[in-house]
């Protein structure tokens, strides 16, 4: 069974995206696009930026891709300054002051080179989460689809072990606190599984502190170039129009609890290996997985066809 994740959007929405072909695999849905390649200094380092640039904007007017933009940096940068490298804001920013605009996005898509963060030696800070939490910032008021692909290698599994350990606290459950517990304690080799539960949690409660009510799909892991190991989210992002703390309606036990799925050469499958407390649906999986992608679209018609009143 294939999944196609454009099927989540409605017609002409506008998106930012870090990758050209994701561009043309869901160009039948979106309106204008955002696009985002790096440029680094380093002269021979320059030049093949320079050149996939030139690669990209062949490919749009190959492609006739009428309204596309390409800013220029890495993305993070972009997030926290409001601008490129080339002093250009996003296209779907609005305020006068980059630093405070707030960005107007219907789909976003972070497929990042590198894991979930690294700390700087110095700060200590970890410019990625800091991003992650900034864009949710810029987006508040604005409904949006968050997608975020990651792979295993970061150098921050001891704040990630952290994190779990400290949402232990927070919950009643006894059965969830074991569970998270597990994912926290998972031993080497299984990162994926530590990802797949503290990635859904921080977006979550970080997107409420926004005003979002954030619903999360089954975490999908899979091999990407390189064979490394990536794991792929997505997120539904409501805004709840509230001056204060939003709440989901997805529980944590249920965000706790959602299955890894797994991608191979012939689909998407359920691993055996979860958590020892994961309760297998007894309707069939993907059946969920695309019963729950509909029922998303058709909330976003819905949405769109009231904006449009």
């Known amino acids: 069974m294939e999944l196609s994740l454009s099927s989540l959007l409605p017609p002409q ?14 160009r039948p849905y ?30 749009v007017l190959l492609n006739g891709i009428d309204e596309f933009q390409l800013l220029l940096g890495d993305i993070e940068d972009i997030i926290a300054n409001g601008v490129d490298q080339n002093r250009q804001r996003p296209r779907m920013s609005a305020g006068d002051n980059s630093l405070l605009s707030s960005f107007c996005y219907d789909l976003v898509n972070l497929d990042f080179l590198g894991g979930m963060g690294y700390k700087a030696e110095k700060t200590r800070k970890v410019r990625r989460t800091q991003a992650l939490q900034k864009f949710l910032e810029r987006q508040s008021g604005k409904d949006f689809l968050l997608l975020l692909t990651l792979n ?24 969830l606190r074991k569970t998270l517990h597990w994912y926290a304690t998972c031993k080497e080799g299984m990162k994926e599984y530590r990802l797949k539960a503290t990635v859904p949690l921080f977006i979550q409660r970080e997107g409420e502190v926004c005003g979002f009510d954030c619903f999360c799909y089954p975490p999908l892991a ?51 290996k979860q958590h020892p407390h994961f309760d297998a649906p007894r309707a069939d999986l993907l059946d969920l997985f695309t019963e729950q992608t509909q029922r998303a679209l058709q909330r976003a018609r819905e949405k769109t066809v009231r904006r449009s009143q």
């Open 30 to 59: 979106l309106g204008y696009c955002t696009g985002v390649e790096r440029k680094r200094s380093e002269k021979k380092q320059r030049d093949e930026d320079l050149e996939v640039q030139r690669l990209i904007h062949k490919n």
């Open 13 to 26: 929405r506008w998106a930012i995206a870090t990758s050209i072909s994701d561009i043309l695999d869901w």
């Open 222 to 272: 899979y091999t990407g170039s390189g064979s490394a190991r990536m794991v792929h989210f997505v997120f539904e992002l409501t805004d709840t129009q509230t001056i204060l703390h939003a709440h989901s309606r997805q529980r944590i036990s249920e965000v706790v609890n959602l299955p890894l799925l797994s991608i191979e050469k012939d689909g998407v499958y359920l691993p055996p």
């Open 152 to 175: 295993v290698r970061d150098n921050i599994d001891d704040e990630l072990i952290r994190y779990l350990e400290g949402a232990q606290h927070e919950v009643e459950s006894e059965e």
